[in-house]
């Protein structure tokens, strides 16, 4: 199964493409790479790139792929394909296959993506995969794409966006731990002195209250989120035919 995210972003096609092609400006915004490098090539041939994904402070997760772009079509539309491989054996992604496309509309681009790969370790990594990297890959593709939408539409840098993020998490993580030890509630009953009894009874009405704003309530405007992207097209999509001929190149 693979994995499909979608969003509209209030831009320039140009100014989108340029954020999304150029490895400087791609690694800032999407959650997924830590570094992207173009590696020399010869002329005709598809542009190599070289990617790293830092996994933890002392572990970094490195392959190569392929990729190409179309940038001219005579449908107004943009279409950019990869193939990519990790040999590094800590890898979950052994090889897998992806395509952007852009999509002019209305007064902004729809941008979306569809790409899928193949997990290793065997029965192990299908398992893992499924249950718990997919997943997580999705989410990370779909707030990517929302990060760079606020990058685009709102001026807020990615930089600045995951600060945002980070911020909003510590507000609701903070809000969840007062709602479920009832940190200060006794002493808060106390300041109110006849009205104790009232506030009291109205406390845990109070507490299921703050504890669904804290897990249900929108993130910020300011703030990126996976929720704002579609999850499934809403119509049929296929792979488009540029994905194919990179795989002599793969």
Known sequence: MGLYIETHIRADLDDLWARTQDPALHQRWDLRFTEIDHLPRADGEPQRFRY????????????TGVAAGEKERPDGTRTSALRFVS??????????????????????????????YR???????ALADRLVFRPLMGWATAWSFDRLR???????TPERALVNWLAELAVRALVLTVCLTGLGLESLVHVFGALGATV??????????????????APLACTPAARRCLRAPLTQVCAPRLLHTLEKHG
Do not use: M, N
């Not at 790293?52 to 392959?63: K, N, Q, W």
């Not at 040999?87 to 681009?109: M, T």
């Not at 009405?205 to 897990?215: E, I, K, M, N, Q």
């Open 200 to 217: 009291a009874y109205l406390c845990p009405l109070l507490l299921v209250v703050a504890t669904s704003l804290a897990l249900l309530k």
């Open 150 to 156: 606020l990058w685009l539409e709102r001026g807020i």
């Open 52 to 63: 790293a994904v830092r996994v933890l402070p002392f572990l970094t997760v490195s392959g």
């Open 119 to 125: 997990p290793r370790w065997g029965a192990f990594g």
């Open 87 to 116: 040999p590094h054996p800590l890898s979950l992604l052994a090889e897998g296959s992806g395509y952007w496309r852009y999509v002019p509309e209305g007064q902004g681009v729809r941008f979306l993506t569809g790409y899928d």
